[in-house]
């Protein structure tokens, strides 16, 4: 009830603050004899962490993962899954002067008035360090996805930056690891380095766009009416930090549409599935997975930390500025990719185990 | 887990079909002691009522709601409140043609993908009849509200009906209730009427943009790190039939700011209370409200039933034609408004119950 | 959170109060296509139902349950199945004296302490009545165990009423239904009889012991560490008014024996499946079923509406006496027998769906 | 819904094997401002640590517990509190033997059928060696009571050891930590002794039976129909390993009642709140506290490692025999006291927020 879980079948709770000993993950719900090992999760985590290029943050974190509980001779037991990793590069005097101010856009001012108290180092639970167990959470779920439904791919890219977009014509998945951007159009890579690189150097921050997809997931996910399968993605990635607008879809745009055009036409193929003719609706009628490639985009504010100087209160009621230091993203959409992936890929193992309790009509029996 | 309950302390759950003998819902944790008759929840129930005006389906349902328990002599007793809506106006076959056949746009494939069954008639449970019951939960939400925060205005708007925006310079609240469109804004309506009346003789259907604000509502409200306010509003709104994207202040507009201008500054007021100069962050922080206008955008995709003939497939996997007969509303957005504000109520009245279980400080006791 | 919901995944949701318009029952979670009328709820309905004969309350309801939803042609639908019975015998002046006074041994206090309001009439939402939605909800609940599991038996027996148990040896689950009493022992029958009549015309009640067993289940259902099978059916029966202990197998007779006393042998049967030397157990090991019967027992304490007067307080603070009136079982635990069967079967329910989310290793596939 | 957490609001989710790495839980919903330490938590954990006397096992673990998250300056600060205590005197090899063999009355047969795979060691995830966890989740939940209702004490004891019931009369409560029996009654310390020596030279081991009181409690805690307070109570106690029978106030005692001596008859006290004249029900009614002592008893079975050989089946269903070596307790129903009231208070803690969620007419505010 606290908001430090996910999911309902396929779930985990997180735990730990930027600056504390610690943060960590307990993945639950997973089906035993899977196949599972630290690196299995070191390489997501390898993709979100920071002080790769100059265009994230500089603070080094090696964020390996430990994990101390639901594995046994490298099968999962179906037993909680606990993980964690150890802060090491901490540098809290940074956040001296945040103690008693708050910094606007972050959650300062509002953990002051939910719960009286904050640890202010580093921004505490609220920093984007949590999304860090999300993203082991995700590598999970990945596993969970992979056991039931063969065969499915998740990934996402940075589609704008500030006022910048990608050309979708020149989408080449195959890019997406070649550049700091998770961009799949090379051509706009020299264009956002410029772009960011201003932005770092004059102290701000930009916002961008991110897209993910999943290919590859069978018909039928979902849970009308409140669990639709949209709905749970909207929710999961609106709670991914900085975050402020999701579409699933033609989202925002299918507003523009005529009923003719939005109807996504359906003919059958070859083998008696359907084959639809378009995708306006982003693979999901009704809240429950078409077939069709899951298509959800979502909207990173700038970075709330920047150099400038701005106006602001302290916790006595007064007056004052305030100028953020500390190590932080020029662009926080950049490694929200893994983290999105990460969110889509719980959502998803998720609502396979949902599907599989009420619906799958094949099969009950012991594990034996 | 089916997905047929919305919210963790204030929750409820709905059941029912479009054309089945009834629908209905039960809202649970309500405080005890509350004032509650039908009447209270009927005024809400007549804004969403169809057959109002030619813009909305001409189904006839008088929605008369019924309250089976839960109150006594006009009080809340914190029990469960059990409430149920006869459906009267069925023309079940209208639906004849869909027993086989899957609209395109619809729920049809997909429900019949997941359950192997459906109840066609009026689309069953996919149909947006649910959404009544939703506002009879929002209906009981607000006196939660009202209760524990007194002052708090929960309203919606449509701001655009397909290509056509309003004026956000000549918005006043008072026109809302003058128009069939829930405009704010007087002078877009004849130029929505004409439009929609096109898209209506043309057997043709419309998308359409809502707003909905909350004012007076506290700073604190909110659980980071999964159950944000915004996430929680994020999936609320997305539930919602036929949203396709769903933002908080800027929304994706925030992408193409700077971190300067994307901070809202603070400023402390005459009472120690901060002002915040501008509001880009649509009332949330860190997933808590800031005790500004809490600002939330969905978009309405057009409405999938359609007299234009499309190509689809039926449950052999034959292709074949449809032409969706039955009774509908040519812009589902407009009705949206009070199923949005419900929506809206049912998130602010659970977070205000899970705030006052966990950091509410003051004061524990019994209830006498 | 407001303690009307039961259950995980099988899971059902009630409400309404003994002297109030009606009571209900959302019953979600249920796999789509299995057959399901009302004929089929009644049946068990029937046996817990009222009037029947001198042993239990003169109150005479029908009992008629209506499904509202959820069913389309006979089959479920997946949808959440609503369902209601119309409260038709109601004698509310019987309980204007209990309106200011708090009858021992009744809720009335407690939730007079709790809300600071109560629906007096009949004991509201605390009667018994409410155990016919249980019993409604146990019919469905025996449906999904049927599709998943063919072959469980689940049936219950009063073994022991006031100081008078049955003999174990005459045990013969034919005589259920061949006496008022639910006793498998033909020879207690007069016993209890003359036993229960000399409590009845003195105006008083009786406790009752009260087992239920569940044959035929598949080892590995439960799911530890905190919701073992045990556990939940211990939560389960407890939950049921008037129920003040509960025991699997040995129970409290397990703490007299030594370890190689309770060890329960195992040795492999023809099939390969183990065949246990006995069950002290009750069919449960580490919260996880192990295939043998399912054995729970629990202690019903006397009806607490007794005529004789006793002593007591008003809501005043004032000493007072009462004497209750109105209508009631002179032993609650005789008609607790359907209802903790139900519960024993929306337990089973609720875990085979669980274990099938999590462990179940073959086959995920959509419905069709 | 894997079942390891506990819980509704003030909640908590443990993961860890016995001989895995370390042991973990997340306690979250805990209210912001709670002063709170690692020696807070110790101090009950060292209540139920082993190895302490030659009547628990032999196992050495510090069992020291370190928090890794939501404590800041010695204060909660309203996030999940993660704590880890590591495993260090693991002795693997004992348990070689059982790899393959199921040892009767413990979890290997069924852990194997659920999830076709165990962690052996030391019963992995089904061993006792969890409810440290429980411990220090019940350490929280008391910081939890005290600040919302000052006063409550929440004491157990061990009331029974095989046949060796304690004299009530004799029951003195300073006495429980003069032995290492917990036991109130010092006169039976030397009959207990006596009898678990012989026991535990024999190889074999004792079951017994533990009761835990709360003292000072509020009354109106608890959320009918299904979430009693000793509905959850049951569960809560069941939960605990070992346990087979759970019984509130006369328990099964209460089946023997006539209506009249059951009823605990009221007199208005001095302050107007009710004296009551006896306690039958156990501080419960209708689900509800009462005010008066909350008393659940539970029974324990004996240990199931036992150095007697018994007959068993191993994994290839092949008869076999057993003896069970590692180091164990010769009672578990000792060890079971901490843990016990440990779940009483979790109980509690999560009853006292539920109220102040729905019920607590008083106060609702911000933090500051």
Redesign the interface.
């Known amino acids: ?6 999911g ?2 396929f ?1 985990y ?5 930027s600056h ?5 993950v ?1 993945v ?6 899977l196949s599972l090992c630290e690196s299995d999760i070191q390489v997501y985590l390898d993709r979100r962490k920071p002080g790769q290029n100059r265009f994230t943050t500089q603070r080094r974190e090696a964020d390996s993962i ?1 994990i ?3 594995v ?1 001779e490298g ?1 999962t ?6 993980m ?1 990793v150890e802060n090491t590069d901490v540098k809290s005097k940074d956040y001296d002067e945040i103690k008693d101010k ?1 910094r ?4 300062d ?11 202010y180092r580093g921004g ?3 920093s984007a360090r ?1 999304t860090a167990m999300r993203v082991a959470a995700g590598a999970v779920a990945r596993k969970v996805i992979d056991y ?2 063969s065969g499915v791919t998740i990934r996402g890219a940075v589609i ?1 930056i ?2 910048h977009p990608l050309d979708r014509e020149r989408w080449d998945w195959a890019e997406i690891d070649r550049n700091p951007f998770f961009s799949p159009d090379s051509a706009i890579v020299p264009v956002w380095e410029e772009f960011l690189d201003g ?1 770092r150097k004059a102290g ?6 991110v897209e993910v997809h999943a290919q590859g997931i ?11 399968l ?10 991914i ?1 900085a975050v ?25 193929g070859p083998d ?3 084959v639809f ?1 378009s995708n ?3 693979g ?8 069709q490639d899951l298509v959800v985009r979502m ?8 150099l ?1 100087t ?4 302290d916790r006595h ?3 004052t500025d305030i100028t953020t230091r500390g190590r932080h993203d020029p662009c926080v ?1 950049i490694r929200g990719v893994p983290v999105a992936e990460a969110m889509m890929a719980c959502v998803l193992a998720d609502h ?17």
Chains 1, 2, 3, 4 share one sequence.
């Not at 606007?104 to 959650?107: F, I, S, Y």
């Open positions: 009830m606290s908001g430090n879980r996910f309902a079948l779930h709770t997180t735990f730990g603050e504390g000993p610690a943060i960590g307990v639950d719900g997973v089906p035993p004899r430990r101390l509980s639901g046994f099968l037991t179906g037993a909680p899954i606990g964690i708050f606007p856009g972050h959650a001012f509002t953990y002051e008035k939910k719960y009286g108290i904050r640890d505490g639970r609220s949590e039931h439904c704008q500030g006022p932005r701000s921050s930009a916002g961008a766009i069978p018909a039928g996910l979902g849970a009308p009416v409140y669990d639709r949209d709905a749970d993605l909207a929710k999961a990635m609106m709670s930090n402020k607008g999701v579409e699933i879809g033609d989202g925002f745009g299918s507003a523009l549409l005529s009923g003719e055009e939005n109807a996504d036409e359906m003919r059958a008696g599935r359907p003719l306006h609706a982003g999901v009628l009704g809240g429950i997975s078409t077939g909207a990173f504010k700038p970075t709330s930390s920047i400038t701005v106006r602001t209160m009621g007064q007056n959409g396979i185990l949902r599907h599989k309790a009420q619906c799958s009509l094949k099969g009950f029996g012991d594990a034996s």
